[in-house]
């Protein structure tokens, strides 16, 4: 759910700098001029300077000139101001505290960047309630390719009028409305107008209040979005129910590579019309079904059929309360899932005792990079299976392993993983943590560990929380981090 953390502003851009701005305005002053001349014939509201000179037949071109010049300089300082400058056609302002007051700037800045392909206004509040002033510039034609709104206060008003847009903004690939919940009262028109966005490949309509009848509303416009390659509809709780009858439109999305529906409440039946539409996404490479725990006993069918996307990197399936039939199913389909890159099963608790379902799919899995395994149940066996994997030279390019809240685990168990863990390579971050509810001494299978810390040349991270290290074992850590100096966290102790 990384989509929704802010963003921040680049080291670079804290010092005014104006060079590319003037660029881009130089740039634009023969169009802005023309723009002004065939002001009369568009169906755009002109700001105050431009409405004088499109109304003035006497005006003299150096008026012109200098009226134009000046706007320019205004447009300039308000970027200055806000310590940000158009970078390669993009003008990045997330997260800057813009005001009221700066709405009108900004739709007048943006106006002399007749060039801008990507605008970034998330986190800003009062843009919600604003955007006909920022946007109204935009006119058939624009260039703009991806433009960004994340929780920007964004009103029912600000998505009908973003739906009337659209149809103009022809070159338009990415749109996140994302965390701006009012809009679904203007979905119809912002669906209407998708349908005009044929160009269109990436769609986020993360946390924005959909329901069971807004699935229907965007069914309607996917058969217009045949480019479309991400669709994100995460985490709209009420949105359970609403594809039991329309799913059949999503199949028309014959690219589509990514699609998160974590977090929607989806229903047996949502998973049963699914179950028809998802195998068909031939080219999907991501999926994401976290957190919907009706899954666990309506999804055998599913994720049985998952071997039919031979193409998919990225499977999360994790706290879908899956049970013992869904997950054998799933562990027979992955066999099938070579160009697997990220498998995230925890919170699963039916992995536990179970893990030896799939061996295969772990032998195979040349690509695998992440495995996460936390809160599965795991036991002793299912880690001892792991670490005979690990020897034998399979899962060689795991990057990020994930064991932690497994505490069903014996100091024997943990002995044969540290013992094995050495061999995986590229191994970056391993988490083993305890519940926070539970601390346990370290056996002596943490010496093992730091062992194999030396044999793992990309290893920066060791989650170890609520293991308590004996005053020996915390001796070798400190004797370890002088010695090596290669800056490894643990991240362990007794108050985490």
């Known amino acids: 759910m990384s989509q929704t953390r802010k963003k921040t502003s680049s080291e ?20 802005s001029r023309k723009q002004n001349n065939d002001l009369k014939t568009t169906d755009s509201q002109p700001s105050d300077w431009i409405q004088k000179t499109a109304t003035s037949e006497t005006a003299k071109p150096l008026g012109l000139e200098m009226e134009l010049r000046s706007s320019m300089e205004k447009n300039e300082h308000f970027l200055q101001k806000l310590g940000k400058k158009a970078v390669n056609k993009c003008l990045d302002l997330n997260n800057c505290g813009l005001t009221t007051a700066d709405m009108k700037e900004m739709g007048e800045a943006l106006e002399m960047i007749p060039e801008l392909e990507e605008l970034n206004l998330s986190w800003n509040s009062k843009v919600g309630g604003n955007l006909p002033l920022i946007l109204q510039k935009f006119q058939k034609g624009s260039k703009i390719q991806m433009i960004e709104l994340v929780d920007c206060s964004l009103t029912s008003e600000d998505g009908t009028f973003l739906g009337q847009l659209l149809p103009m903004l022809q070159s338009l690939e990415v749109l996140d409305l994302s965390i701006n919940r009012d809009i679904v009262g203007s979905l119809n028109s912002i669906a209407q107008g998708l349908k005009s966005t044929s160009n269109l490949k990436v769609l986020k309509l993360h946390s924005c209040g959909l329901s069971q009848k807004s699935v229907k509303i965007l069914d309607t ?9 991400k669709l994100d509809l995460s985490c709209n709780k009420d949105l359970g129910g609403g594809f039991e009858d329309s799913p059949a439109q999503l199949v028309m999305l014959k690219h589509l590579q990514v699609l998160d529906l974590h977090q929607c ?4 039946d949502d998973v049963m019309s699914l179950t028809q539409v998802i195998p068909l996404l031939s080219n999907l490479q991501e999926l994401d079904l976290s957190a919907n725990k009706k899954m666990g006993s309506s999804s055998e069918n599913l994720l049985s059929r998952l071997r039919f996307l031979p193409a998919l990197k990225s499977l999360v399936i994790n706290n879908c309360a899956l049970e013992s039939e869904t997950f054998t199913a799933l562990a027979e389909a992955s066999v099938h899932l070579s160009a697997l890159e990220v498998f995230d099963l925890s919170w699963n608790k039916c992995v536990g005792g179970n893990l030896k379902l799939l061996l295969e799919t772990l032998k195979l899995s040349m690509s695998l990079q992440v495995l996460r395994l936390s809160s599965c149940s795991l036991v002793t066996e299912d880690v001892a299976l792991l670490a005979s994997v690990i020897q034998t030279g399979h899962l060689a390019k795991l990057q990020k392993l994930d064991l932690s809240y497994n505490d069903s685990i014996c100091d024997a168990g943990w002995t044969m993983f540290c013992q094995n863990v050495r061999f995986l390579k590229e191994l970056i971050e391993l988490d083993i943590s305890l519940r926070p509810s539970n601390f346990r001494d370290c056996g002596q299978w943490f010496r093992h560990l730091l062992y194999a810390v030396t044999k793992l040349p990309q290893i920066t991270e060791i989650g170890m929380k609520r ?11 400190e004797c370890f981090d002088q010695d090596k100096k290669r800056g490894i966290r643990f991240d362990h102790g007794r108050f985490q």
């Open 467 to 477: 293991w308590i290290l004996p005053a020996s074992q915390e001796e070798e850590l």
């Open 221 to 229: 416009a996917f058969r217009y979005l045949g480019e479309l390659r």
């Open 265 to 268: 409440s989806l229903t047996a």
């Open 12 to 31: 670079g851009e804290t010092k005014p700098q104006t060079s590319t701005v003037n660029k881009f305005l130089r740039g634009s002053k023969a169009e």
